[in-house]
T-cell receptor, first 115, second 113 residues
Framework: AQKITQTQPGMFVQEKEAVTLDCTYD???????LFWYKQPSSGEMIFLIY??????QNATEGRYSLNFQKARKSANLVISASQLGDSAMYFC????????????FGAGTRLFVKA | GAGVSQTPSNKVTEKGKYVELRCDPI?????LYWYRQSLGQGPEFLIY????????DSGLPNDRFFAVRPEGSVSTLKIQRTERGDSAVYLC???????????FGPGTRLTVL
């Protein structure tokens, strides 16, 4: 069965510092994609970053990078130089290519950025 | 429009009633997804459309839930005989294809009294 686990219900970070949000996943499919989304209090889901299971390098998008450790089945999100606007819920998600087309989301981590 | 739109933004109904929730995806996106998000949880997959057909409806909780996408663009999620447990935010997302990132709409908040 496919599963996404986010073990940090809440995280605090000081403005301008970096923060790592944890995500582990479980799938028996060798081909899969991993996603991170941000959900501010307004409720809309915002795509941040994608990592394919066969990608050789860790994905980066601006201040976001994905620390992909395939053997450990982890896909942690690193946010560098945190900003007050980064305060939001963050969801890790996975789509396994032979598990149908469903995308499985974790329970989320709420990030609080302190001034 | 530029993004995914959903109507209505809020829907309050009584137990036992029928509701329809509409999703207008980004133009040109062939893939469309419906999710349900309860308070404090991540989105829960309901159904995926590729074009007009439901390629994966394994997330629909029971036969009271049904979705259509007759012309491969707008989709409607239909819930019959609503129950209080159906109260949630229903999210729609679209993507260019199944391997591309999904763009989400603002959601419809459904409240069943």
């Amino acid at each position: 069965a496919q599963k996404i686990t986010q073990t940090q219900p809440g995280m605090f970070v000081q403005e301008k510092e970096a923060v790592t949000l944890d995500c582990t996943y479980d799938t028996s499919d060798p081909s899969y994609g991993l996603f991170w989304y941000k959900q501010p209090s307004s409720g809309e889901m915002i795509f941040l970053i994608y990592q394919g299971s066969y990608d050789q390098q860790n994905a980066t998008e601006g201040r976001y990078s994905l620390n992909f450790q395939k053997a450990r089945k982890s896909a942690n999100l690193v946010i560098s130089a945190s900003q007050l606007g980064d305060s939001a819920m963050y969801f890790c998600a996975m789509r396994a290519n032979t598990g149908g087309f469903k995308t499985i989301f974790g329970a989320g981590t709420r990030l609080f950025v302190k001034a | 429009g530029a993004g995914v739109s959903q109507t209505p933004s809020n829907k309050v109904t009584e137990k036992g009633k029928y509701v329809e929730l509409r999703c207008d995806p980004i133009s040109g996106h062939t893939a469309l997804y419906w999710y349900r998000q309860s308070l404090g949880q991540g989105p829960e997959f309901l159904i995926y459309f590729q074009g007009t057909g439901a390629a994966d409806d394994s997330g629909l909780p029971n036969d009271r839930f049904f979705a259509v996408r007759p012309e491969g663009s707008v989709s409607t999620l239909k819930i019959q005989r609503t129950e209080r447990g159906d109260s949630a935010v229903y999210l729609c997302a679209s993507s260019l294809g199944v391997n591309n990132e999904q763009f989400f709409g603002p959601g419809t908040r459904l409240t069943v009294l």
